[in-house]
């Protein structure tokens, strides 16, 4: 019956099975010559894992993507999914950084105990319960390639923190983007055209700054600075309060709250490392410091590789920040030393010229090229002419 049913099928079907055959018998060695060298320098049992992983991926379940979801509350009806893609966990892992943007600060704090403890701290409560907060952080809520850090729900307040370790004047304007995106996912479920009136959690809006340029403990950043036309009484105004994280400074907050006190320190022991040696081994070294005296050993512990990695572009992304700022400085001392020399020229000529000089004559003078001179009598004579003149 079997071959009664190729036969059927014709001369050319029974050519494509044997192509086929071939092809399978003809690529087996390839892969066990490919799969055995790959696993002389991979161990075998994640050899393995890592080609049944490829394989339900690639061949299983190619239109499948692998995503975790976590579901929170809100009060929008309904909760919210915020999705993270390609997030392989499991026993002893930590998740595959996601975004070059994600940062220490973020990863710490979004252990539930420890931003509960930022919370107190800040504050100055005494919440108890980790699972009073909501966390509503927008994971793609990107304006001008930067994520909102950390939100969250709790007591009707929605707070929202960042970290920065450049001095950015830029904030309220930033958070006023994040905040009107936080408040369109949590109402998404409510209509604002009903004669009811919505309520809406209260925003609070804090920035902890751990770069150079602040002395203060804190200060406040307003929306209404950035203006163009300043106002008695702006109606529309939202306010930041930027806490400086350093040694020395905001020592009740740091002493209230362990993380943020372990966060800074660790911070410090790169920075002052990366004085004497290279990025790479300064942050091994903090990191190899930290955990042995326990400052943020377990956070360290579990999460080093990734966290090495974040530590390592968070400092060049400082360090490139630095050396634009630095750069458009001299850039502007440049251009404002050019600009004076030129005036210094322009004056030069201005009285030659009232003194009957002709072109070359002030040229030869001045020991300028005659071209340049030329150019500046022309913008001389489309300048307002002084008065005094």
Avoid at 159 to 185: I, K
Wanted: hydrophobic share 40%; net charge neutral.
């Amino acid at each position: 019956m079997k071959m009664h049913r190729i036969s059927q099928e014709g001369p050319e079907d029974t050519r494509k099975i044997l192509y086929v055959q071939f092809f399978l018998v003809l690529s087996l060695p390839i892969c066990y010559t490919v799969f055995k060298a790959y696993i002389s320098y991979v161990p075998a049992e994640k050899a393995v894992c890592i080609f049944l992983i490829s394989f339900q991926k690639i061949y299983a379940f190619p239109n499948h993507h692998y995503e975790k979801q976590e579901i929170f509350r809100s009060p929008a009806k309904g909760g919210q999914m915020d999705r993270i893609r390609n997030a392989v966990t499991g026993p002893g892992t930590s998740r595959v950084q996601r975004s070059y943007k994600d940062n220490l600060f973020r990863m710490i704090f979004r252990d539930r105990s420890h931003l509960l403890s930022l919370y107190n701290a800040v504050n100055q409560t005494a919440y108890m319960d980790p699972d009073a907060l909501t966390i509503v952080t927008l994971e793609n809520a990107v304006y001008m390639n930067m994520k909102n850090d950390v939100a969250f729900l709790i007591g009707f307040e929605l707070n929202l923190y960042e970290h920065q370790s450049t001095w950015n004047p830029n904030m309220p304007l930033r958070d006023l983007f994040y905040v009107a995106r936080e408040y369109q996912m949590l109402l998404k479920d409510e209509t604002l055209y009903s004669s009811r009136l919505v309520k809406i959690p209260v925003p609070h809006f804090i920035v902890f700054y751990n770069g150079s340029g602040m002395e203060q403990d804190s200060c406040i950043l307003k929306l209404s600075d950035s203006f163009e036309k300043q106002t008695g009484e702006p109606e529309l105004e939202l306010k930041v309060q930027v806490l400086k994280i350093g040694p020395g400074q905001n020592a009740p907050l740091l002493t209230a709250c362990q993380a943020l006190k372990d966060y800074m320190i660790f911070v410090e022991r790169v920075r002052q490392h990366a004085k004497a040696m290279i990025l790479n081994e300064a942050v091994e070294r903090a990191v190899n410091e930290c955990i042995r005296e326990g400052i943020l050993a377990d956070f360290l512990s579990k999460n080093r590789a990734e966290a090495i990695a974040m530590c390592i572009f968070e400092y060049d992304e400082e360090r490139e920040q630095r050396l634009i700022r630095k750069a458009e400085y001299e850039e502007g001392h440049e251009a404002g030393l050019r600009e004076g020399r030129q005036s210094l020229l322009k004056n030069k000529i201005r009285k030659k010229l009232l003194k009957g000089k002709s072109s070359v004559l002030i040229a030869e003078e001045l020991e300028e090229d005659i071209s340049v001179i030329e150019t500046m009598i022309q913008e001389l004579k489309t300048e307002p002419q002084d008065p005094k003149n």
